[in-house]
């Protein structure tokens, strides 16, 4: 993004010179710039077609969690939060929809109106290959932290150590030292 600012900044320079030696440099920034257009456009297009883990709250719990998770794992970020608003089938300000990064995945949250007969299952979890130990030992920390430990950390033979934990929000995390 920065280059593409400073693209538009030099032609705009360059184009003010009308000096007849500068043409091929700048045709050659403005099809650089092109490019750069172009790639920022399918970034963002990538990230609208990117397949998202749905996290559904049936107990207003979206945002603590989307907060939670957000600060607990590096490179990420919240993106987009959309309200509901007064009249809405549940309290005002919780979370319609919302979008957020961990590190680098996708994830999307909602307060769900209708209460369901199901709820979040362990046979789906998040599976994470942690950069070391003390990575592994903070994230298992931290989200078995009221949750519940269905795996403590051990070496089960498949990894150096792993651990399966249920979260205080009922989302289930493996957590895995290759």
């Known amino acids: 993004m ?11 320079i360059i184009s003010c010179t009308n000096n007849r030696n500068n043409n091929e440099e700048l045709n050659a920034l403005k099809s650089e ?4 257009k172009k790639m920022n456009t399918k970034s963002t297009n990538d ?16 945002e603590n969690a989307m907060n939670f998770y957000v600060e607990l794992f ?26 957020f990064n961990l590190n680098g995945s996708l994830f999307m949250c909602s307060d769900s109106p209708p209460i369901h007969e199901w709820n979040f299952t362990p046979a789906v979890s998040n599976f994470i290959n942690c950069k070391d130990e003390k990575e592994l030992e903070t994230l298992f920390s931290k989200l078995s932290d009221n949750g519940k430990v269905m795996m403590p950390l051990d070496n089960y033979g ?12 009922g989302v289930s995390w493996q957590l895995n030292l290759p």
């Not at 920065?2 to 705009?12: D, F, G, N, Q, Y």
């Not at 490179?75 to 919780?94: A, D, F, L, M």
């Not at 498949?158 to 929000?169: A, H, L, M, R, T």
């Open 2 to 12: 920065k280059r593409l600012i400073v693209l538009i900044l030099v032609l705009s």
């Open 33 to 36: 710039l092109d490019s750069l």
């Open 47 to 62: 990230m609208n077609e990117q397949i998202a883990t749905f996290l559904t709250f049936q107990d207003n719990n979206a």
């Open 74 to 99: 590096d490179n990420s970020k919240i993106i987009e939060v959309q309200r509901w608003t007064v009249g809405g089938p549940v309290e005002e300000g919780k979370i319609m929809v919302a979008k």
């Open 158 to 169: 498949f990894s150096q150590k792993f651990g399966f934990v249920e979260d205080q929000f």
